[in-house]
């Protein structure tokens, strides 16, 4: 399974979301899981390398990483791990993220809870129309997009936001969580799965395995 965390408005909690979602899979679920770093910043490569015991495989590509190499990594990686969770740049339509997103069965669109950021959601998830187009050329079944709000002070009226996007909600919104710069890859399971990130792994349980244990 090929699960994409992409949107782009930065700051929205790309990164971090990823990282608590393959923390969960692997060291509380007992899932294989690799980790694909797309994003020139390559943060989750960095957070891997602060890390004190086992954690998920990253892979990372860089510039001189062809076209051809990235779709062979990714069908490969699919085909080794159970899970594959890929990290994105900010640019939605740059040729990277326009083969990662082709080849993806699951795309976490993460948001926080503002004006501004709930219109730029909107309309990254209105842009990945080309992307249903890529699947339908390869004879891929349908992406499944999913919005996650992220930062959430008190609860997430889902019924009132819901109208804004061609998309579902995961979960009950994730609460403001501690300094991403201040963990690494390992302690994300213990310091970030708190309120909010319970209801939403349970939730992506249930898409990528209708009868899976919860946490």
Excluded: W
């Excluded at 020139?40 to 510039?63: A, C, G, M």
């Excluded at 699947?135 to 349908?142: A, C, F, I, S």
């Excluded at 002070?153 to 201040?182: C, P, S, T, Y």
Aim: hydrophobic share 40%; aromatic share 8%.
């Amino acid at each position: 399974m090929i699960i994409t965390f992409a949107n782009n408005k930065g700051g929205v909690g790309k990164t971090s979301i990823l990282a608590m979602t393959a923390a969960a899979m692997f060291y509380l679920q007992n899932r294989k899981v690799a980790i694909l770093d797309t994003d020139p910043q390559q943060s989750i490569s960095v957070l891997s390398k602060f890390s004190s015991r086992k954690h998920p495989e990253v892979f990372t590509i860089n510039r001189k990483t062809s076209n051809d190499e990235l779709i062979d990594l990714i069908l490969d990686l699919k085909s080794r791990f159970d899970d594959v969770l890929v990290d994105t740049s900010g640019y939605a339509e740059s040729e990277v993220n326009r083969i990662v997103l082709s080849l993806t069965d699951i795309t976490i669109v993460p948001t926080i809870c503002t004006t501004l950021d709930f219109a730029a959601t909107a309309d990254f998830i209105q842009s990945l129309n080309y992307v249903h187009n890529l699947r339908k050329q390869y004879g891929e079944t349908p992406m499944q997009i999913f919005v996650l709000a992220n930062k959430v002070r008190g609860r997430v009226k889902h019924e009132a936001l819901v109208k804004n996007f061609d998309a579902q909600f995961l979960g009950e919104g994730i609460k403001q969580h501690v300094k991403f710069e201040e963990v690494s890859l390992d302690r994300i399971a213990i310091d970030m799965i708190k309120s909010g990130f319970q209801s939403y792994i349970e939730d992506l349980n249930q898409v990528i395995e209708p009868k899976a244990v919860a946490l």
